[in-house]
């Protein structure tokens, strides 16, 4: 008998590591082959979004440019009006321009519908601070050969601390930044997400929750979880080494009280959010030490 294929939806704010989240999540259901399709990928890589980034930091070098003279702010500071004009133009290449004849929204949804029509195995990256109850659209047609291959819909979560989640951003930024200039603009173009705004790890909080009290996985409210229930629900610390914590079928089989599982998930996913990985708790030792001898 046919094994059914997966649609795998990857999770989490942005620098939460949901690269590395695939890897782990490929190996924990044992899938050999799938298609990928990230909307990241396509504008990094757009030639209308690429342009755009360059004459950005062409304009805020005043001429030839080079890391230094971006000017970016240390200590995992934010340049806020550069994140916005880089987020603007993301957004604009993301819904006008990219692509050629369609944005790429329409180009992503095309591919993905060729990949279901098929039957492969689907995986797709979102924030996961809102639920893609898009994907479960009776108006899409896509829908209806979801049911009809019996696709199991995962989703996984990267849940990762703000400070880390600062730090990794900081740094993403700050070298795709410096390569994109070092390759003359070859490379892919650069994003600079401020996490500091939009309450992500908040909304993502809430989503999650919300997943677990529509029962999205077993009864489904259609109204909020969409005409198709999930298979599953994993939730991975990526604070150190991307660890599963909570697999929602293996470790909720015994408890029928929704109440008791809603608290005990707020509980873990605190506990992630205020963890400060060991590097950072190190650093903060050196400098009490400092302080105490002089």
């Given at each position: 008998m046919k094994t059914p294929p997966y649609i795998i939806i990857l999770s989490g704010a942005t620098g939460s590591g949901k690269t590395s989240l695939l890897f782990e999540v490929v190996e924990y259901l044992g899938i050999k082959s799938y298609d990928k399709h990230i909307i990241d990928d396509l504008i990094?890589?757009?030639?209308?979004?690429?342009?755009?980034?360059?004459?950005?930091?062409?304009k805020r070098c005043?001429?030839?440019?080079?890391?230094?003279?971006?000017?970016?702010?240390?200590?995992?500071?934010?340049?806020?009006?550069?994140?916005?004009?880089?987020?603007?133009?993301?957004?604009?290449?993301?819904?006008?321009?990219?692509?050629?004849?369609?944005?790429?929204s329409q180009k992503l949804d095309?591919?993905?519908k060729k990949s279901i029509k098929k039957g492969k195995n689907v995986i797709l990256e979102i924030t996961g601070m809102s639920y893609p109850k898009w994907l479960?659209?009776?108006?899409?047609?896509?829908?209806?050969?979801?049911?009809?291959?019996?696709?199991?819909?995962?989703i996984a979560y990267s849940l990762v601390s703000f400070c880390e989640l600062i730090k990794r951003n900081y740094n993403r930024s700050y070298q795709d930044i410096k390569r994109f200039i070092e390759s003359n603009y070859k490379?892919?173009?650069?994003?600079?997400?401020?996490?500091?705004?939009?309450n992500q790890l908040g909304r993502i909080k809430n989503t999650i929750?919300?997943?677990?009290?529509?029962?999205?996985?077993?009864?489904?409210?259609?109204?909020?979880?969409?005409?198709?229930?999930?298979?599953?629900?994993?939730?991975?610390?990526?604070?150190?080494?991307?660890?599963l914590v909570y697999d929602y079928k293996n470790d909720n089989n015994d408890n029928n009280d929704k109440k008791q599982l809603v608290d005990n998930i707020?509980?873990?996913?605190?506990?992630?959010?205020?963890?400060?990985?060991?590097?950072i708790k190190k650093i903060k030792k050196t400098k009490k030490l400092i302080n105490l001898q002089s």
């Open positions: 990094e890589n757009d030639p209308y979004y690429k342009s755009k980034i360059k004459e950005l930091l062409e005043q001429g030839k440019c080079d890391i230094e003279k971006v000017n970016i702010p240390k200590k995992y500071n934010i340049d806020k009006n550069l994140s916005h004009q880089i987020t603007d133009t993301y957004m604009e290449t993301r819904e006008k321009y990219c692509c050629k004849k369609q944005s790429c095309n591919s993905i479960f659209n009776k108006d899409l047609d896509m829908t209806d050969t979801i049911i009809k291959n019996k696709y199991k819909v995962i490379s892919k173009a650069p994003r600079m997400p401020n996490i500091r705004e939009g929750i919300s997943v677990i009290k529509k029962e999205c996985i077993n009864k489904n409210t259609v109204s909020w979880c969409g005409n198709y229930k999930l298979d599953n629900l994993l939730l991975f610390n990526n604070n150190y080494k991307m660890k707020i509980t873990l996913i605190n506990k992630i959010e205020k963890e400060i990985p060991k590097k």
